[in-house]
C-alpha cells in the first residue's frame, strides 16, 4: 500500500539552527501538508501546498518557517532558526485531491536543545 | 502561561465489546469528517470518514455517525481487539480555496482489557 515516508525519523538540533524535514508524498497525490504535534497536545495544521505553492497556512507557519518542493518527488519542511518550542513530532502528509482522505507519513520527532 | 499537557480522557473496553468513541466538532461549516488512529510515536492513521450529506457510515468493524444538528461524531468499533488499543482523534474539514485544512479533536485513549 502507498505510504507517505518521512526523514530523518528523530533529529536532535542546537536552538538557533537550521533544519530541513523530508517527505516524499503518496506518487499520485497532488496536495501536501505539514502538522505537527507537541508531545501531549493536539495534531495541528502548518502549511498547505498545491501546485508548487502555500495555499492555507496557520499562525503557527511564520516566517521561520518555510516549504519547498524541489524535485518531483520530495516535499521539505524547513525550520530557519529553531527554538525550544519547536521541539514536536512533525508530520507530513498528502491526499490526492482537495476533499480526499489525506494520509499521514509516521513523523519525524524534533528535538531542540 | 505554562503550557500544559492535554489530559486525553480515556475509554476503557474489555476485549470482545463493542466501543463507541465521541467527537463534539466545532464548526457549522464542516463538510466533511475524519476518525484516526494514533498509536504512540506513530503518525495517524485513517480510518474511516463522513461527508456532511450523509449521517452513517460502515467500514470493516467500524462504523462512524455524524449528528450536524448537536455537532456530534462517534466512532463504533465492533468487537473490540487488543491491537485496537491507541488515541483515537477525529477532525474535520472545510473546504476553503484550494485547501484542505484539518482540525483535530483532542483525542479520546482506548484500552482494551484481554
Known amino acids: 500500500e502507498p505510504e507517505v515516508t518521512q526523514t530523518p525519523s528523530h533529529q536532535v538540533t542546537q536552538m538557533g539552527q537550521e533544519v530541513i524535514l523530508r517527505c516524499v508524498p503518496i506518487s499520485n497525490h497532488l496536495y501536501f501538508y505539514w502538522y505537527r504535534q507537541i508531545l501531549g497536545q493536539k495534531v495541528e495544521f502548518l502549511v498547505s501546498?498545491?501546485?508548487?505553492?502555500?495555499?492555507?497556512k496557520s499562525e503557527i507557519f511564520d516566517d521561520q518557517f518555510s516549504v519547498e518542493r524541489p524535485d518531483g518527488s520530495n516535499f521539505t519542511l524547513k525550520i530557519r532558526s529553531t527554538k525550544l518550542e519547536d521541539s514536536a513530532m512533525y508530520f507530513c502528509?498528502?491526499?490526492?485531491?482537495?476533499?480526499?482522505?489525506?494520509?499521514f507519513g509516521e513523523g519525524s520527532w524534533l528535538t531542540v536543545v | 502561561g505554562e503550557s500544559v499537557g492535554l489530559h486525553l480522557p480515556t475509554l476503557s473496553v474489555q476485549e470482545g465489546d463493542n466501543s463507541i468513541i465521541n467527537c463534539a466538532y466545532s464548526n457549522s461549516a464542516s463538510d466533511y469528517f475524519i476518525w484516526y488512529k494514533q498509536e504512540s510515536g506513530k503518525g495517524p492513521q485513517f480510518i474511516i470518514d463522513i461527508r456532511s450529506n450523509m449521517d452513517k457510515r460502515q467500514g470493516q468493524r467500524v462504523t462512524v455517525l455524524l449528528n450536524k444538528t448537536v455537532k456530534h461524531l462517534s466512532l463504533q468499533i465492533a468487537a473490540t481487539q487488543p491491537g485496537d488499543s491507541a488515541v483515537y482523534f477525529c477532525?474535520?474539514?472545510?473546504?476553503?480555496?484550494?485547501?484542505?485544512?484539518?482540525?483535530f479533536g483532542g483525542g479520546t485513549r482506548l484500552m482494551v482489557k484481554p
Open positions: 501546498f498545491y501546485n508548487n505553492e502555500i495555499s492555507e
Open positions: 502528509a498528502s491526499s490526492e485531491e482537495v476533499g480526499n482522505t489525506i494520509y
Open positions: 477532525a474535520e474539514n472545510i473546504y476553503e480555496n484550494a485547501g484542505n485544512m484539518l482540525t
